[in-house]
């Protein structure tokens, strides 16, 4: 198979970008779900819980690889990589989203200063 095990620094790195993409959720789910607008997509709510959960998982099990012994590597890589790209798919979703509202946001002030 093509896929090669990660050193621990290697690892070490991932879970800091796990930590980090779960801050993300954390900051998004913090103000998506304080608000009690109609207008929220389900797809952006959904995108939001499944990311949170996947980068959970992912960072679960690359902390329990991090501790096992050496000669004990019963994880296969993909176990967390499958978690840790939804996660990442997820937060591409919620970009788009923050980018897309920041364009209708300014479309709709602009209209508001003409009129």
């Known amino acids: 198979m093509l896929i090669t095990e990660l050193s621990r620094d290697q690892l070490s790195e991932f879970a800091g970008l796990l930590v980090t993409l779960l801050i993300f959720f954390s900051i998004d789910a913090k103000f ?10 389900t797809l952006f709510r959904v995108s939001s819980i499944v990311g949170g959960l996947a980068a959970v998982t992912a960072l679960a099990v690359v902390w329990v690889e991090l501790f096992l012994p050496e000669d004990n590597k019963m994880i ?13 798919i997820a937060a591409f979703v919620l970009s788009v989203e923050v980018i897309f509202m920041r364009k209708s ?5 602009d209209a508001s200063q003409e009129g």
């Open 105 to 109: 946001g300014r479309e709709s002030n």
């Open 32 to 41: 998506r779900f304080r608000r009690r607008d109609a207008s929220q997509k």
């Open 76 to 88: 296969h890589v993909l176990v967390y990589f499958v978690p840790a790209s939804l996660a990442i």
